[in-house]
């Protein structure tokens, strides 16, 4: 999810995840950055990736998840640009604002989520 359903021109998206165990017994799973992908859509189009980050830092992290105790993933920038072969950083391309809406999704060990988290960019 994002911190805002909005943005101020100026301010840096903060993203993130809450993921939940829906089922009756704890399980164990990977929530570490090497399995976690986020991205930034608008309409059909991807827009940002994790994909395009340098990765070769990122670790597992296997935890236990206890039924119906949702756990949030830390909350990074996304500084408003689009990724690439070159990378995600803040030396990218800058994205469209004044009004754009954008949605985030997230990849966490191997699960999609379900639901996009809506925002827009003013």
């Known amino acids: 999810g994002t911190a805002a359903a909005s943005f101020d021109p100026g301010v840096n998206p903060y993203i993130g995840y809450k993921i939940t165990n829906n089922s009756e017994v704890d399980c164990t799973f990977d929530v570490g950055a090497k399995s976690t992908y986020l991205r930034v859509t608008s309409g059909s189009e991807t827009i940002w990736t994790s994909e395009d980050?340098?990765?070769?830092a990122l670790v597992?992290?296997?935890v236990t998840l206890k039924p119906n105790e949702p756990l949030s993933s830390a909350m990074?920038?996304?500084y408003r640009v689009k990724s690439?072969?070159?990378g995600c950083g803040a030396d990218q391309t800058p994205v469209t604002a004044g009004g754009a809406s954008y949605?985030?999704?997230v990849e966490v060990g191997g699960v999609v989520s379900k639901e996009?988290?809506?925002?827009?960019?003013?």
């Open 53 to 56: 980050c340098d990765r070769t």
């Open 60 to 62: 597992s992290n296997i």
């Open 76 to 78: 990074s920038d996304w």
């Open 84 to 86: 690439s072969s070159t």
């Open 103 to 105: 949605h985030l999704s």
């Open 116 to 122: 996009t988290s809506q925002f827009v960019l003013n």
